[in-house]
């Protein structure tokens, strides 16, 4: 029978790891069914806290996260009170720009990133902080010259008194470039079991129709560093291909997926193509390859549906939930800037 699934072996390669804390944190008005503050925080894009206006108090979203509290409960304390914070900061500040910009009604939306990031071999650190309005950059902070920069004219107020205000641009500098590494730091090692562990996927061929395009999706994976992408008789292909995000599942692992336009290819050469996908660090490259007789489908009988794909569907549904539900912040380009997070609890 011929092989429908090929596990190539290549040489192994040690990567650096740059690791990354992240805080997201989001406040809306006019958004029904949808709490006025939100908070999260994330370590090498896995959610680690939580906190909203609901609750009213940081909760903690990793069993080694909550060993953490265990040992330190002044930094849960921490969390809770920066969380109660910015909500009034928040709040004061998405009021006066729908006041300057002469806003009256409707769904508006303040949203911050900010962190840091550590490279674990070089000792590299980058800190970031930076603000969306409306979906679009509102102003970002430059940590070498310590001033701040408006992409959108509306902004340049805030730029001009924030850049006046000295004392906030040390302590954002102490902060991102000490104060938050060290965090980091602390949180890789007491999360080192979960957040250095290897998951491998499970690749799949999908479609949802005979003439839609053919997905690859791979979900179930950790770390979040992979790439995915069809070959035609062993080059990369890039013409009618479309990649989407990685995105991340409810129980700590990440999906993603490529999509595949063969209206224009002839079944006699679809042969001639697979899907490849490699995990960063990890010496195994999974390679799919094209068959008909392997492409999941709306059409499969359930005696032939394979059980990894209802998993499959059930992942994508709570992702299409989640995605509904969460707030995206994008760049003017379209480009995702801020990841999907969602409060799985």
């Given at each position: 029978m011929q092989a429908l699934f090929v596990l190539i072996l290549i040489c192994h390669v040690t990567y650096a790891v740059k690791h990354s804390l992240k805080y997201f944190l989001t406040a809306t008005s006019g958004v029904p069914d949808f709490p006025e503050f939100v908070g999260a925080a994330m370590v090498d894009e896995v959610q680690v806290g939580y906190c909203d206006s609901s609750i009213k108090s940081a909760e903690p979203k990793q069993n080694w996260m909550k060993t953490l509290i265990h040992d330190d409960p002044q930094h849960l304390e921490w969390y809770t009170q920066k969380c109660l914070g910015n909500q009034q900061v928040f709040r004061t500040n998405i009021d006066h720009l729908n006041k300057r910009l002469n806003q009256t009604?409707?769904?508006?939306i303040l949203q911050r990133m900010n962190g840091c990031e550590w490279d674990d071999e070089t000792g590299e650190i980058t800190g970031f902080n930076q603000y969306g309005y409306d979906g679009e950059d509102f102003i970002v902070l430059d940590l070498k010259t310590l001033t701040w920069t408006a992409p959108k004219p509306q902004a340049v107020v805030t730029k001009r008194r924030w850049d006046t205000e000295k004392a906030r641009l040390e302590y954002n500098k102490n902060y991102y470039i000490y104060k938050c590494p060290e965090w980091?730091?602390?949180?890789v090692a007491y999360g080192k079991k979960f957040l250095q562990r290897t998951e491998f996927p499970s690749v799949s061929l999908l479609q949802t129709s005979p003439s839609s395009p053919v997905t690859?999706?791979?979900?179930?994976?950790?770390?979040?560093?992979?790439?995915?992408?069809?070959r035609r008789d062993g080059e990369e292909v890039h013409e009618n291909v479309e990649h989407g995000e990685i995105l991340p599942n409810d129980d700590g692992t990440f999906q993603m997926s490529v999509n595949m336009d063969l209206s224009s290819v002839k079944s006699e050469n679809w042969g001639r193509y697979d899907c490849v996908f490699q995990l960063s660090g990890v010496q195994d490259t999974y390679v799919i390859k094209l068959n008909k007789a392997v492409i999941r489908t709306n059409r499969v009988p359930p005696s032939e549906f394979h059980p990894g794909y209802a998993v499959g569907l059930v992942v994508g549904l709570l992702l299409v939930v989640c995605i509904v539900g969460t707030l995206i912040w994008k760049r003017n380009n379209g480009e995702l800037l801020i990841n999907i997070f969602c409060n799985v609890l």
């Open positions: 009604g409707g769904a508006h980091l730091k602390k949180y690859c999706h791979a979900t179930g994976f950790y770390p979040h560093r992979a790439v995915m992408f069809w």
